[in-house]
């Protein structure tokens, strides 16, 4: 479980792969590594089962869900696929687009993660709950239809009490906040990365 970690450690010390440790290729396009990328997005989800509520699994199997899609194009082409760029050029020449969806809608959903989370550090008195709705209704709700808003709502009013969450994430509050931030700007690098990319003509299917 994501919360089984020692006294002196925090949540971010069991992740298999942080955000911190995605390189970025700023004299290449600022090309993403796929695999590195994937890591740390499969190990971001394990941030909802600290959030604690069965209703946080659908958002949680919707990201594994997209992360096995551009995982799936990587294998079957792997020197297409080294950079999360390569990937969607390449998918895209050969009239393909399932895993490039899969990285539209992965990204939707780590950015609505790192806003929400931005927005919770940045008003220390809001509730997650309160920031997590904000950045629902920035991030996802424009897209999902209305069969699946009411899934996603129901998790916004399950998150756990501000001073829980946090304590779960590891009991030296000042170290869990410093880690955190430090998480959440390289996630937030890789997502700001992602849009300007995904915004592109290269990048539409």
Not at 109 to 128: C, I, M, V
Not at 168 to 196: I, P, R, T
Request: with cysteine; aromatic share 8%.
């Amino acid at each position: 479980m994501a919360t089984s970690h020692s006294p002196n450690s925090t949540f971010f010390d069991t992740l298999k792969r942080s955000f911190t440790s995605v390189p970025i290729d700023s004299n290449n396009d600022n090309a993403i590594p796929t695999s590195e990328f994937l890591e740390a997005a499969e190990s971001l989800t394990a941030l909802f089962d600290v959030l604690g509520s069965v209703a946080f699994t659908p958002v949680k199997n919707d990201m594994l869900g997209n992360v096995k899609k551009i995982r799936d194009r990587q294998l079957a082409a792997p020197g297409e696929s080294q950079t999360l760029q390569a990937l969607v050029r390449n998918e895209i020449k050969s009239k393909k687009h399932t895993a490039t969806e899969g990285l539209v809608w992965l990204n939707r959903g780590l950015d609505f993660t790192a806003q929400a989370l931005r927005q919770n550090l940045s008003k220390p008195t809001d509730e997650l709950s309160a920031s997590f709705r904000t950045a629902y209704a920035a991030t996802l709700k424009p897209h999902h239809s209305f069969m699946i808003k009411p899934i996603f709502s129901a998790a916004m009013s399950a998150t756990p009490y501000r001073k829980d969450f946090y304590a779960k994430l590891g009991s030296d509050q000042q170290k869990v906040e410093k880690e955190l931030e430090a998480w959440l700007q390289g996630l937030e690098k890789c997502v700001g990365v992602l849009n300007g990319f995904l915004a592109r003509k290269e990048a539409k299917w």
